[in-house]
């Protein structure tokens, strides 16, 4: 009886605190997407949601990255070491918008330093991703390998012709079009290793937590793809419904280790 409060003491706060899992996440979703719909046709409420919901979104897989780092005797420990730093960075990315916004009130550059933040983040949590894949590394079938590889290959094709093709013929701009690339180009490098990560779980009890790096990995995609056609041809503004993409793509990757966290105390 004693061993078993030992235990649950130790447990991470979100593992204690149900209400801060998925159905949570999926109201702050239907909430956000609400709000971004009802003020439209108020631009000035509009930018004020939308440089301060992304930036709080951000944080949700940075917490609970944090919170996983507490448990010693986490399996993912060393590869969510390498997440949370890429999540911080991220995070800044999106703080650093807003403070561009909000605090210096002028016109937000492209690209910024916000934008070196964002990139800066991609290696860590693909190093996170890998460093733990490394470990059933002789589990791994070809097959599945195969199928990552397809994927791969069926996206950057998808790019070439939905981004880069087009958004050479609209822009000259070598900086903005090459870090316009990088972002989806680095997508599909994450999207690569989790679907891997969910082809070797698949069946098992850690099979959710890599669907939602799936998802949050094919999420970031689609919403820098369509954010780097609408910047190259000037119709983006703040509060454009495609953000809500990068704030459903938050969510994903923190309910990714808050999976893994849920299977490991159940």
Known sequence: MRLGRVVWERAPILVKTPILGIKAAVVACIAITIAYLLLQPFPARLYLLSNTSEAAFSLVPLLVALDALKMRDFPMIKSTRWLALGFLFWFLGEATYSIYALVLGVA????????????????????????????????????????????????????????????????????????????????????????????????????????????????????????????????????????????????????????????LWQ
């Open 108 to 263: 937000i550059p492209y690209p910024s330093l916000a934008d070196v933040f964002w990139l800066t983040g991609y290696p860590f949590v693909l190093a996170g991703m890998t460093i733990f894949l490394r470990q059933f590394r002789f589990a791994v079938r070809r097959e599945d390998l195969a199928i990552a590889v397809s994927a791969s290959v069926a996206a950057i094709v998808l790019v070439a012709v939905l981004l880069i093709i087009p958004v050479i013929a609209i822009s000259t701009d070598l900086i903005t079009n090459l870090v316009g690339f990088a972002y989806p180009i680095l997508d599909i490098a994450l999207l690569s290793a989790s679907i891997v990560g969910a082809l070797l779980f698949r069946g098992g009890r850690m099979a959710r937590g890599w669907n939602y790096l799936v998802l949050g990995a094919t999420l970031f995609a689609l919403g820098d793809i369509l954010f780097s056609y609408a910047a190259a041809k000037g119709v983006i503004y703040d509060g454009d419904p495609l953000e809500l993409l990068y704030d459903y793509g938050y969510v994903c990757f923190g309910l990714s280790i808050y999976r893994q966290l849920k299977v």
